[in-house]
């Protein structure tokens, strides 16, 4: 019988310690996207950014997520082992609220890719190029639990459609109906 091979999720962990806030990973990632591959180096255009504050000893690299159109309204100020962080410190999105992440000829989003590649890379880059290894790579079991949650969102969505058009009574009846029919078979 054919094993089911498990979805693998790939995870980039940041180790701010370790950080010393020598860029490579901006370096390197912006690099890797440039056009034609490798021909330039621009931080900006990096899906990858460093945020550093040499004074207060904080360094925190932060990789791409999604794009929102509107920032949001409630931030907050991280104090970690006595060390403060700005309000958007920690936070992936490429967002109105700030230059990050956001392609500084087209201003369109930056989101990180994990280095797609042909054929793929074995590692991503930026964490190849962490000589400190504040970033190391992993890959993990995907559970399943995100499915379910997409899949009982759609049900319940679903569901509440048919009880505004036919009542919450009929809906009930129709279920216990077709849960008869199922027990007769
Ligand atoms: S390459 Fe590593 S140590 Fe250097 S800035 Fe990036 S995350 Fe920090
Ligand atoms: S994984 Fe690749 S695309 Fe993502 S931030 Fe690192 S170098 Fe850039």
């Not at 460093?50 to 904080?58: G, H």
């Not at 559970?143 to 679903?158: R, S």
Request: net charge negative; proline share 5%; charged share 40%.
């Amino acid at each position: 019988m054919a094993v089911e091979e498990k979805k693998k999720k790939k995870v980039i962990k940041v180790d701010v310690d370790k950080c010393n806030g020598c860029r490579a990973c901006e370096t390197i990632c912006s690099a890797f996207h440039a056009e034609p591959k490798y021909s330039s180096t621009n931080p900006e255009k990096s899906k990858i950014r460093v945020l550093f504050d040499p004074i207060r000893d904080v360094y925190v690299p932060v990789y791409a997520g999604e794009y929102t159109e509107a920032e949001c309204n409630g931030r907050g100020e991280y104090t970690i082992d006595e060390k403060t962080y700005d309000e958007c410190a920690f936070c992936r999105a490429s967002c109105p609220a700030r230059d990050y992440f956001k392609d500084p000829d087209s201003g369109l989003p930056l989101k990180c890719d994990m280095c797609l590649d042909d054929p793929p890379q074995d590692e991503p880059l930026c964490v190849k190029w962490c000589l400190a290894d504040a970033l190391t790579y992993e890959e993990v079991d995907e559970d399943g639990d995100e499915e379910k949650e997409e899949t009982a969102d759609e049900m319940e969505t679903g569901l509440g459609a048919l009880i505004k058009k036919h009542g919450f009574k009929r809906v009930m009846e129709i279920l216990a109906k077709m849960n008869e029919e199922k027990a007769d078979k």
